[in-house]
């Protein structure tokens, strides 16, 4: 979105039955693609955008941030349990610890194969101007 800094927003899970799609306020919508339902709605607790939603083995890693967050860097990446095999199946969240602050919080997620995880994180407000920006690391 050009406004809204968003990554992926909709993800599909569970060989392609279920579909996990960003919302505001927070809110992750569960939609089954049999019935074409939405079957759960998931509440974060927070005030900052959800950016970017990535899927790997039984977890859904959640990343916050964007161009309209707040600048105090205390921005999360968390993780929700989307095993439907699991007690704790879309109940069970949890924060990543250790990663460096980032100013804007965490923009984009992306998984490979082998399981890692890549998370892009500006070091400085992104704006459509391209004067004066310090490259990130």
Not at 27 to 45: F, H
Not at 88 to 105: D, E, M, R, V
């Amino acid at each position: 979105a050009l406004f809204g800094s968003k990554g992926d927003q909709i993800l599909l899970a569970q060989n392609d039955q279920l579909a996990f799609v960003a919302g505001r306020n927070g809110k992750i919508y569960v939609l089954d693609l049999a019935s074409r339902s939405i079957v759960y709605t998931y509440q974060l607790e927070t005030t900052d955008n959800i950016t970017s939603l990535a899927v790997a083995d039984d977890w859904l890693y959640i990343a916050e941030g964007g161009r309209f967050s707040s600048r105090d860097g205390n921005h999360r990446l968390m993780r929700l349990n989307i095993d439907p095999r699991h007690p704790g199946f879309l109940n069970q969240i949890q924060q990543l610890y250790g990663l460096p602050k980032a100013i804007t919080g965490y923009y984009d997620l992306a998984v490979n194969d082998g399981g890692y995880l890549g998370i892009t994180a500006p070091t400085q407000p992104v704006t459509l101007g391209l004067k004066n920006k310090k490259k990130g690391n």
